[in-house]
């Protein structure tokens, strides 16, 4: 039984992706991702992804943006930092409006709950807008497509809790995902080895699009809200079923530095009372990066 206590109380790390030669050109479509590798840009945590083509007959081409925040606690000097030993990330989206399906053909745009352990592996729950209407919840591991939840799927007007919770013990991770308006809950659990460090080094709230037929990002297909951005750190490090889950107090921007403007908006970024939480709303307009907030 997990001991869920929630207490009121770099720009990171995003991937290297080399790009198929089928990819690009739709010979091999894929729902989601493909395969991505992390590496650190410098020593103070800062991450980027790259996406150049090096063939004789193809030039610089993006398909893919993000835009988004790396989730922080403040330290007493108004210091953003990571805390320490977090093995476990959680969120509450709402699905408060369908706007609409406007995904260009054979594209994806992925909501966003991802951690990055220690040594920048990313661990993602992600909701999956396709262009052709499929829209699911997807766990995600190193970029490679693990599960699709069949029995949790995404309605307007639910809310729905994420969690991802790293086990050094079990050497597992499960993905956890609830609907709080039916109750229903659905997991999966990946199994790996000991090779995986099971830490997280950072934690990143945002959107990601995957665009097959243009270089721009896209409209997106849900207003939501994102609530009850959290961390968890086991009470003890022999037992990782007992987690202490704290709120974030402060959001650092990160995209991709493409120069394009997002079709969306960050809105609303505010502390709820009732869980001391940072809540922000994603829905239609124009900005060229992930929000900013601090408390």
Sequence with gaps: MLDYHLLPLTTGCKYTNALSFESIWGLDVPDVTRSRNCHTQSAQNRFTKNYNIHTPCIKFITLHFWAGSYCYVLEQAKKPRFPNRVTAISDIITLV?????????????????????????????????Q??????????????????FGHVLPTVSHSYFRQIIMNSQRQTITYLLEDQNSKQTERFELSLNREFGFEALSHFTGIEWWNKMGNFPYLIRYLVEISQLVYGIADEPSDGEAITYRPYNALIPNNEDSGKQYPISFDNARIRKEDGCICYNVGS????TGLTYNY
């Design 97 to 129: 409006e369908d706007l609409g399906n406007q995904i260009p053909d054979k594209s994806w745009m992925l909501y966003l709950l991802e951690l990055f352990n220690i040594q920048n592996v990313a661990v993602e729950l992600n909701l999956i807008c």
């Design 131 to 148: 262009f052709d209407s499929q829209n699911y919840f997807e766990a995600i591991f190193q970029g490679v497509n693990k599960y699709r």
């Design 285 to 288: 307009g124009n900005c060229n």
